[in-house]
């Protein structure tokens, strides 16, 4: 017993410090799509890296409006919306920018 408590004399409790990390500033930002009511509305972007299961709209009131709100850190992002398995642009925002695939991604900033 006395060895244990002499080995129990040389240990130390030595108390880390968390250091808070720092999140960027984010803003909430809504994409809103209208498709057929009982459509599935996703949304997929360069902030999600693309996947097309990662957020699913919401569709507002059975009236075939879909929206999703997501907080961004501040950045420039592509996006597209996939309606019934189908890639397509934000027919409400003109800004876009080359897919690299011969078509168009929807862009927005976000500041």
């Not at 409006?65 to 999703?68: G, L, M, S």
């Given at each position: 017993m006395q060895g244990k408590h002499k080995n129990a004399e040389k240990c130390s409790m030595k108390t880390n410090t968390v250091k808070k990390?720092?999140?960027?500033p984010r803003r909430r930002v809504t994409f809103r799509c209208e498709a057929e009511s009982q459509s599935d509305?996703?949304?997929a972007g360069s902030f999600n890296n693309w996947?097309?299961?990662k957020h699913r709209m919401i569709q507002?009131?059975?009236k075939g409006?879909?929206?999703?709100a997501l907080?961004?850190?501040f950045g420039r992002y592509e996006y597209k919306f996939i309606?019934?398995?189908q890639w397509q642009c934000d027919p409400a925002n003109a800004e876009?920018?080359?897919d690299g695939h011969g078509g168009l991604n929807s862009v927005i900033v976000v500041v």
């Open positions: 990390i720092e999140q960027p509305v996703r949304l996947n097309a299961t507002l009131n059975g409006k879909y929206v999703a907080l961004l850190p309606v019934d398995k876009q920018a080359p």
